[in-house]
């Protein structure tokens, strides 16, 4: 059985992405090489079924088949995305990717959540409804519409004790990563906190307390040696490696496009056979492919020249 999920997760849980075959239909061998080269590259931990891996383009037998293949191949700990407007969808979801061996499983706030009251009643209803599951509060207030201020966290998380990771996604938010550990050292619950936004503040977030990232940029390596270097007290050379890749993921970021890029990219350094996005999707263009080819020489330039 695979070790559960708990507050002392660190490193770095890529988000995985969902590949696919030109025609569109899951690509079982690419899943098994994405895994592979997810973890020879320094995951500790993987991401599935989240707003990068399509989750809400696969039906509910595609969802099973992708956590059932992934959960058997990999070797590091597997959370999964169970978000749902409803908690009966989240907890069948939830039941299913744990019998089928993952570490846990991660839930977002639905977007008409309000008031404080509001937050902290829904995310106590899913800790209910999950039992003895651990799972991660995703804060991702660009794409949910939900603001949860650090009080309402340390609240979730006082009154959840399965809850034990946050997916901090808040941008500007490092200072939220400041204030929750400035409230552990007062005496409240140690949590992990993992970092996404595509890895764009990974080297602050790590300096202000956060455990590592979990995000998909397709770099995987680049953000275990930044989380690896920074506890080491290197925090130079987490600079210098940080800033060979940034004009990438600043490239990765671009909303809407991102997922298209990141899975070029993938398939380009082997991760996956081919860069399908799953319609509704954008394709790249030309300019775009020659744009990106252009970034990818010039970071393995910048990275030789670091030795």
């Known amino acids: 059985m695979a070790k559960l999920l708990d507050e002392t997760a660190a490193g770095v849980f890529t988000i995985a992405a969902t590949p696919f075959l030109p025609d569109g239909s899951l690509d079982l061998i690419s899943i098994d090489r994405m895994v592979d080269f997810y973890e020879e590259k320094g995951a500790t931990g993987l991401t599935i079924l989240g707003i990068m891996g399509e989750a809400g383009k696969l039906s509910a037998e595609e969802s099973t ?52 009251d509001q937050i902290t009643s829904y995310f106590q209803m899913v800790a209910d409804v999950l039992g003895p599951t651990p799972w991660v509060v995703q804060d991702f207030p660009l794409v949910t519409g939900v603001q949860m201020t650090p009080k309402v ?71 275990a040696d930044v989380v690896r270097l920074v506890k080491a007290g290197d925090e130079a050379r987490a600079r210098d490696i940080f800033d060979a890749y940034l004009p990438l993921i600043r490239y990765e ?55």
């Not at 959370?79 to 744990?98: E, F, N, Q, R, T």
């Not at 990219?265 to 799953?278: E, M, N, Q, Y």
């Open 153 to 223: 966290i340390r609240t979730i998380f006082d009154t959840c004790p399965t809850a034990v990771m946050l997916k901090h996604e808040d941008w500007p938010g490092l200072d939220k990563i400041t204030t929750l550990r400035a409230q552990e050292a007062s005496g409240a619950r140690r949590i992990s906190i993992l970092c996404g936004n595509g890895g764009q503040f990974l080297l602050e977030e790590v300096l202000r307390g956060a455990d590592g990232a979990m995000t998909g940029f397709a770099y995987p390596e680049m953000m």
């Open 253 to 307: 970021s671009q909303p809407g496009l991102g997922l298209s890029i990141r899975k070029h990219v993938l398939a380009r350094r082997g991760a996956i056979a081919h860069p399908t996005v799953r319609r509704p999707g954008p394709a790249l263009s030309a300019a775009t492919i020659a744009e990106i080819e252009t970034l990818m020489t010039r970071q393995a330039a910048r990275l030789a020249g670091l030795g």
């Open 65 to 116: 088949i992708v956590i059932d293949r992934v959960t058997t191949r990999a070797t590091v700990p597997v959370v999964v995305g169970v978000s749902a407007p409803g908690l009966a969808a989240i907890k069948a979801m939830s039941d299913s990717a744990m019998v089928r061996g993952a570490a846990g499983v991660m839930v977002a706030p639905p977007g008409h959540l309000r008031s404080d």
